[in-house]
């Protein structure tokens, strides 16, 4: 078992910057895939970006991969994600996720979920 608490969000500027975490405890944090998710209201959740136990694969979407960074601290049990020149479109609840799975992206391969964190970036 494995429990998660995001922490970071908040409201931005567009352009701006956020610097998303996600604590976990319970055990074997380094045996868990973990990934970032979102949710904007009336929209289904969607991938956001995925890191391997190890942390030497990540994995992206489209719209994030030249603005997100994903990265964990397997010694500090989170798993982080940077997200720079942010736009209104990325506002969402964000959510982190875990698996024993290989780094996947699909959101029912993920076996454990945090209660999310709201980012909100206006124009």
């Known amino acids: 078992q494995v429990q998660l608490v995001e922490s970071g969000g908040g409201l931005v500027q567009a352009g701006g910057s956020l610097r998303l975490s996600c604590a976990a405890s319970?055990?074997?944090?380094?045996?868990?895939?973990m990934g970032w998710f979102r949710q904007a209201p009336g929209k289904e959740r969607e991938f956001v970006a995925a890191?391997?136990?190890?942390?030497?694969?990540?994995y992206y979407t489209d719209s994030g991969k030249d603005r997100f960074t994903i990265s964990r601290d397997n010694a500090k049990n989170t798993v982080y994600l940077q997200m720079n020149s942010l736009k209104p479109e990325d506002t969402a609840v964000y959510y982190c996720?875990?698996?024993?799975?290989?780094?996947?992206?699909?959101?029912?391969?993920?076996?454990?979920w945090g209660q999310g964190t709201q980012v909100t970036v206006s124009s």
């Open positions: 319970g055990r074997s944090f380094s045996s868990y895939a």
């Open positions: 890191i391997s136990w190890s942390g030497s694969r990540t």
């Open positions: 996720a875990g698996t024993l799975k290989h780094t996947p992206r699909a959101a029912d391969e993920y076996d454990y």
